[in-house]
C-alpha cells in the first residue's frame, strides 16, 4: 500500500481564518514534506520532518506553521493567509528521506485564499 | 547549481503514437539519483521511476522506457504505444548530496495530451 491521505480536497478560507491541512501515511515512512505547487509550475518543498523533527524549512513565511505529532502523521496550520498562497499544498513521504528514497505524493489539498 | 531542464513544455499526439518527453539535468555530483513523476488531472503525483547515477542500463516497464546517458546528462522517457490515460503532466526531479539529500529538484514538466 503506497497511500497518503490528505484532507481536506478543497479549503476555502479567509485571511484572517486559522485552519489546518491533515496528511496521513500508514507506510511506516519516517520522512514526511510539505510542498506547495502553483498552477503550470512544479512542486516547490516547504518542509521536510525526519524522524518526528523538522529537518529542512525552505524560509517558508510563519504564516504556516508544520506540526508532526507522530510518524504517520503531518498537519500544515495557516494563519493570516494572503490571496497568493492559493495553490495546490501536497504532502508526500518517503522511507528515511535518504538520497535514493522515492517520495510518494498524496493527492493534494486545493487551497483559495479570498 | 543542479538544475532539471525539460524542453518540451507540451506535447500533443494521437493515440497509438509514440512519444518521448525529453529531461537534462545538470549536477556536480557523482552520486546522484534521477526520478520521473506523473500528474494526471488529479492532482496526485505518481512515482514511476529511480534510477541512480551508477547505474546506466535502460530500463523498460510495459508500454513506458527509460534512456539514461550520462555523456549527455540526459535521462529522457519514452512512451509507446500512447493512450488517452497518459494524458497529464510528467516531471523529471534530481536528487543530488549537494541541495540536500532530502530536497528534490524538478523540471518544469511536460504536459502531454493524448487525443483518440
Known amino acids: 500500500d503506497t497511500e497518503v491521505t490528505q484532507t481536506p480536497k478543497h479549503l476555502v478560507m479567509g485571511m484572517t481564518n486559522k485552519k489546518s491541512l491533515k496528511c496521513e501515511q500508514h507506510m511506516g515512512h519516517r520522512a514526511m514534506y510539505w510542498y506547495k505547487q502553483k498552477a503550470k509550475k512544479p512542486p516547490e518543498l516547504m518542509f521536510v520532518y525526519s524522524y518526528e523533527k523538522l529537518s529542512i524549512n525552505e524560509s517558508v513565511p510563519s504564516r504556516f506553521s508544520p506540526e508532526c505529532p507522530n510518524s504517520s502523521l503531518l498537519n500544515l496550520h495557516l494563519h493570516a493567509l494572503q490571496p497568493e498562497d492559493s495553490a495546490l499544498y501536497l504532502c508526500?513521504?518517503?522511507?528515511?528521506?535518504?538520497?535514493?528514497?522515492?517520495?510518494?505524493f498524496g493527492p493534494g489539498t486545493r487551497l483559495t485564499v479570498t | 547549481a543542479q538544475k532539471v531542464t525539460q524542453a518540451q513544455t507540451e506535447i500533443s499526439v494521437v493515440e497509438k503514437e509514440d512519444v518521448t518527453l525529453d529531461c537534462v539535468y545538470e549536477?556536480?555530483?557523482?552520486?546522484?539519483?534521477l526520478f520521473w513523476y506523473k500528474q494526471p488531472p488529479s492532482g496526485e503525483l505518481v512515482f514511476l521511476i529511480r534510477r541512480n547515477s551508477f547505474d546506466e542500463q535502460n530500463e523498460i516497464s510495459g508500454r513506458y522506457s527509460w534512456n539514461f546517458q550520462k555523456s549527455t546528462s540526459s535521462f529522457n522517457f519514452t512512451i509507446t504505444a500512447s493512450q488517452v490515460v497518459d494524458s497529464a503532466v510528467y516531471f523529471c526531479?534530481?536528487?543530488?548530496?549537494?541541495?540536500?539529500?532530502?530536497?528534490?529538484?524538478f523540471g518544469t514538466g511536460t504536459r502531454l495530451l493524448v487525443s483518440p
Open positions: 508526500a513521504s518517503s522511507q528515511e528521506g535518504n538520497l535514493r528514497d522515492e517520495q510518494y
Open positions: 526531479a534530481l536528487r543530488d548530496m549537494n541541495t540536500g539529500f532530502q530536497k528534490l529538484v
Open positions: 549536477t556536480r555530483d557523482t552520486t546522484y539519483y
